[in-house]
Nanobody
Framework: VQLVESGGGLVQAGDSLRLSCATSGRTFNIEVMGWFRQVPGKEREFVAAITMIGRHTRYAESVEGRFTISKDNSRNTLFLQMNLLKPEDTAVYYC?????????????????WGQGTQVTVSS
């Protein structure tokens, strides 16, 4: 399974950005996909997750109401729409996949990872 993120960049506080994660390979193994983020010196933290069957979602409290996770199964692509961005959203964002249906929030529960895309929000 290969995951490739895109869409990161430099924006101002209050702006919006949409991240994409293109998947390829044995994607039938994946039942949940998620977004995580990491800043230097800190642990990778959960942002959002979605089931591949149905549209069950889960969000971190810090992004609830501002970020929306979605998927396009026909294009094997995962999205993260980020609105009302704040400087504290600055991080490298990673997409991830796991082979079971639970919407887990711990990075070690995910077996597949992309290389990350940088999001920088200036104040």
């Amino acid at each position: 399974v290969q995951l490739v993120e895109s869409g990161g960049g430099l924006v101002q506080a209050g702006d919006s950005l949409r991240l994409s994660c293109a998947t390829s390979g044995r994607t039938f193994n994946i039942e949940v996909m998620g977004w995580f983020r990491q800043v230097p010196g800190k642990e990778r933290e959960f942002v959002a997750a979605i089931t591949m069957i149905g549209r069950h979602t889960r969000y971190a409290e810090s992004v609830e109401g501002r970020f929306t996770i979605s998927k396009d199964n026909s294009r094997n692509t995962l999205f993260l729409q980020m609105n009302l961005l704040k400087p504290e959203d600055t991080a490298v964002y990673y997409c991830a996949g796991r082979g079971s249906q639970e919407l887990r929030t711990t990075p070690s529960d995910y077996a597949y990872w992309g290389q990350g895309t940088q999001v920088t929000v200036s104040s």
